[in-house]
């Protein structure tokens, strides 16, 4: 049981909100709910939450606009709730940094099974992203010394392209917008456009092109770029 665990249920529905609490309550979870975007905000700023149930359709300020908001400051893992099942919505929650979709109606057993599996996921993550070397089929990018070892060799890359490869090669098969990278590693205060980031991920293709990688940068059209591992 895992007591120690604390999850946000934002859920306009009380009913819902209620059924999802009894169920994680009977896990080990502690939980807190609230029932507008606005609430759940503020109580996500005032307390520390391991993961985030975040439903879309929420009076005043809806999930997709708490997730952006949450996004700005943390990582905390977030599974969204919705009505709708359009894949164009579960993008939209995926590129914001959604990190599980789900939608209603909903077995109780299915999210509490998702929760399990999501902060496991995230806590791996977080064990991995300890170490400033990840290691990949005939990949080791390490940014103690600001180098990288492809097939065995050293490819000197400039500084922005190595920061670009090593944040989504540490974030693999995430999907990022082509402004989250930008505002991510040139800063929220570039000038450039969002065009700087195509050139970057070509130029890394080009010097990293041999067959039999095992992963890829690949492209999400319509979206942008994730480090794909096959």
């Known amino acids: 049981m895992l007591r120690d665990k604390s999850i946000l249920i934002i859920d306009d529905d009380e009913n819902i909100a209620g059924l999802i609490a009894l169920?994680?309550?009977k896990e080990g979870y502690d939980t807190t709910e609230c029932h507008s975007g606005i609430e759940g905000l503020r109580k996500f700023n005032e307390t520390s939450f391991d993961l985030i149930v975040l439903d879309v359709m929420l009076p005043q300020?809806?999930?997709?606009?708490?997730?952006r908001e949450i996004r700005k400051v943390s990582k905390v893992p977030v599974i969204m709730l919705t009505a709708k099942g359009e894949t164009i919505d579960k993008i939209l929650g995926l590129e914001l940094g959604a990190d599980d979709y789900l939608v209603k109606p909903f077995e109780p057993k299915?999210?509490?099974?998702?929760?399990?599996?999501?902060?496991?996921?995230y806590n791996c993550v977080i064990e991995e992203k300890s170490s400033n070397v990840l290691q990949f089929p005939n990949l080791v990018i390490n940014m103690d010394d600001f180098n990288i070892q492809y097939f065995g060799d050293r490819v000197e890359l400039p500084p922005k392209e190595l920061e670009l490869l090593f944040y989504l090669a540490?974030?693999?098969?995430?999907?990022?917008?082509?402004?989250?990278l930008l505002d991510k590693i040139w800063g929220y205060e570039y000038i450039g456009e969002t065009r700087t980031v195509d050139v970057h991920v070509k130029r890394l293709r080009e010097k990293l092109n041999r067959e039999g990688n095992g992963w890829e940068?690949?492209?999400?059209?319509?979206?942008?770029?994730?480090?794909s591992i096959e």
Do not use: H, S
């Not at 300020?61 to 997730?67: K, S």
């Not at 299915?110 to 996921?121: G, S, T």
């Open 61 to 67: 300020m809806d999930g997709y606009e708490v997730l």
């Open 23 to 25: 169920y994680l309550n």
């Open 110 to 121: 299915e999210l509490v099974a998702r929760v399990k599996a999501v902060i496991r996921r």
């Open 217 to 227: 940068i690949k492209t999400v059209w319509g979206v942008g770029y994730k480090f």
């Open 170 to 180: 540490n974030n693999p098969n995430r999907v990022f917008t082509r402004d989250q």
